[in-house]
């Protein structure tokens, strides 16, 4: 099963010949036999030991190239008579590095096996019949130490997580938290823009060394088997605009897309800006120092609902800017999402706040957005906005020690600390009044001098009173405190997203049908689990009167007594189970189905329970809500 999976994987098998007979040629000859689905010309590409054991019933391996999308070869490892050939395979729109693995026989380059990539190593695959040690008898003993590593990893994971979450952070997190506060300086728009704006000549030079110049240093890059691609010389320059646009710009002109780094590699590795061909077009647009990409769309065929996440980069901005940028806010505006014929698809009205985080070198936001009316007749998105940032201006600063409750100057500001401990309060005063955009950072530090992990920051702001409130693992023994204005640079964006789906769609939404006094009803069955009185659980009937699957469920929940009388009241949410492919319906069309709650907030002396559905979202994007 594990060969078939691990040939599966890649949908691809091995190949052979070429007029040059060079590891390379060979590859690209698997790859096109694979391609065609042509097994002789499969065949000639292996060794005969492979050919004659591949052949075996029950060896597990098959040539399927149905779902290979595209392939990239790079440049051999030669060492003697033996090859390595590394491969960037796109199957199902899923790109996976592998290589493989060549001897010379007789002067000509037959293949022998592959390798995978795997836990930040490679997994050998030998199609010359070794293949039954490895995955025979060797496979328990992989499979138990892999166990093994598996729980003690997760242990030591939990563990540490646990640790940094009560100290605020690793000593790397706060390393870096207190980088940022020493960086944050007043930056005017004139400094911003020197920053990420790029005055870089390319025309003539390798684009190799017009990537790494673009990139700067806090990003790192990974050729891969597109190294051949980045010898060329480049005839582009770039002035005036920002390192995420011109990077677009030089791949585009080389046949790649970039891929950006996201989250954390296995391993120790470091993620790395990669590349891929660029065989589909992308939806991005660029707006100052942003890139603003479609990193994904859903679309609910035949629902007419889907979900469309945009993804807001930053690279080169200022480290000041970046620092003053720690703080909920609404990164993305988006004025307009609709189609061609000018319907909103998503709800104009709606903020989308999110903390901007500082990932490999960028400052990166992402924001979702839940889609309606998606029509047969709607084959394009017009996704119109602004992304906005903070710039630090009239920065006052003051150092606190020892750190003790009182008042006292930062710049223009006047800070007021009414407790000194874990649990830190200021207020904030300025002659003229304070803005409500101000912000406040903070560095403490423990009686050592050594800086202290942060649990919990944020500036709040009614009207003319602004306040901060700070809580640190332990009382610091001083503080620093930094203030500043933070001014707003907004960036106008505008993208056409194709959709894929649309002839899958509803040409038209049905008009809502149902009985009675709501589309939905809900009958209380008895009494579930009381045994722990924070959850309790109560036993549901729901009934769907409506010609439409209910997606979710906006219910009052009326606790009573033994005489039926109300002893409290509560909100509650009913959605569906959860699984791999999200949210199930609560109730199908006319369907009725019985449930467990939890309900909350329940008192201990509750004998009945009274459910009045004030909402219903259905699985089409429409609402019905109680008059």
Not at 299 to 316: D, F, K, Q, S
Not at 395 to 410: L, N
């Amino acid at each position: 099963m594990l060969r078939t999976f691990a040939l599966a994987l890649l949908a691809l098998t091995v190949s052979c010949a070429g007029s040059a007979n060079e590891p390379a040629d060979v590859a690209k000859t698997l790859f096109e036999a694979v391609r065609d689905g042509d097994e002789a010309g499969i065949g000639r590409t292996l060794s005969a030991q492979a050919r004659t054991y591949m052949k075996e019933e029950g060896s597990g391996f098959s040539f399927k190239g149905e779902s290979l999308d595209a392939y990239e070869i790079g440049v051999a490892d030669i060492q003697g008579d033996l090859a390595s050939v590394p491969v960037h395979v796109t199957t199902e729109g899923e790109e996976k590095p592998m290589s493989l693995k060549m001897r010379r026989d007789d002067g000509q380059w037959v293949v022998t096996g592959m390798a995978v990539a795997f836990g930040g190593g490679e997994l050998p695959i030998d199609f010359e019949g070794g293949m039954d040690d490895f995955f025979g008898g060797a496979v328990e003993g992989i499979a138990n130490e892999m166990a093994n590593e598996l729980a003690s990893g997760m242990q030591e994971a939990f563990t540490g997580a646990m640790s940094d979450w009560e100290n605020g952070g690793s000593e790397e997190d706060i390393a870096a938290a207190r980088q940022l506060f020493e960086e944050l300086r007043t930056v005017d728009v004139v400094a911003h823009d020197a920053a990420w704006k790029i005055d870089v000549s390319g025309a003539g030079r390798p684009a190799r060394q017009v990537l790494a110049e673009l990139t700067g240093p806090d990003l790192r890059v990974d050729e891969g088997v597109h190294a051949a691609h980045f010898d060329r010389t480049t005839g582009l320059d770039f002035h005036g605009i920002s390192r995420l646009e011109a990077i677009e710009s030089l791949t585009a002109e080389l046949g790649l897309h970039p891929v950006y780094p996201t989250g954390v590699a296995w391993g120790d590795e470091i993620p790395a800006l990669t590349f891929t061909p660029a065989e589909t077009p992308r939806s991005v647009a660029f707006a100052g120092p942003f890139s603003i990409e479609v990193e994904e769309l859903i679309e609910n065929a035949p629902h007419a609902t889907g979900e469309l996440t945009l993804t807001v980069r930053a690279l080169g901005l200022a480290p000041a800017v970046v620092a003053a940028n720690r703080e909920m806010a609404q990164v993305v505006d988006v004025a307009e999402l609709e189609s061609a014929a000018g319907e909103h698809r998503a709800d104009p009205d709606m903020q989308y706040l999110g903390t901007p985080a500082h990932e490999h070198g960028m400052l990166v936001d992402r924001t979702s957005f839940d889609l309606v009316g998606l029509l047969s007749g709607v084959e394009t998105l017009t996704i119109a906005g602004k992304v906005s940032i903070a710039l630090p201006a009239d920065v006052g600063q003051v150092r606190i020690a020892p750190f003790v409750e009182g008042q006292w100057s930062a710049g223009p500001w006047t800070v007021k600390a009414t407790t000194a401990g874990e649990q830190n309060h200021f207020e904030l005063a300025r002659e003229g009044g304070v803005p409500e955009s101000v912000r406040f950072a903070f560095a403490p530090d423990d009686a050592g001098g050594r800086p202290l992990g942060i649990l919990f920051s944020t500036t709040n702001a009614w009207g003319d009173d602004v306040s901060a409130d700070l809580q640190t693992p332990a009382m610091p023994a001083a503080l620093g405190i930094k203030v500043f204005d933070a001014q707003t640079a907004s960036y106008a964006f505008n993208i056409e997203v194709p959709l894929a789906r649309f002839s899958e769609q509803p040409s038209e939404l049905a008009a809502l049908a149902f009985d009675g006094d709501a589309p939905v009803g809900i009958r209380f069955r008895g009494f579930g689990d009381r045994s722990n009185p924070e959850f309790p659980e109560v036993q549901l009937s729901i009934e769907n009167r409506s010609n439409k699957a209910a997606e979710r469920v906006q219910a009052t929940f009326e606790y009573t007594d033994a005489g039926g009388r109300v002893l409290e009241s509560f909100p509650h949410t009913l959605t569906g189970e959860f699984t791999h492919e999200g949210h199930q319906p609560v109730a199908e069309a006319h369907a009725t189905e019985e449930t467990d709650e939890v309900a909350f907030f329940m008192p201990k002396t509750t004998q009945g329970l009274r459910v009045q559905v004030e909402q219903v979202e259905f699985v089409d994007g429409t609402r019905w809500e109680r008059e």
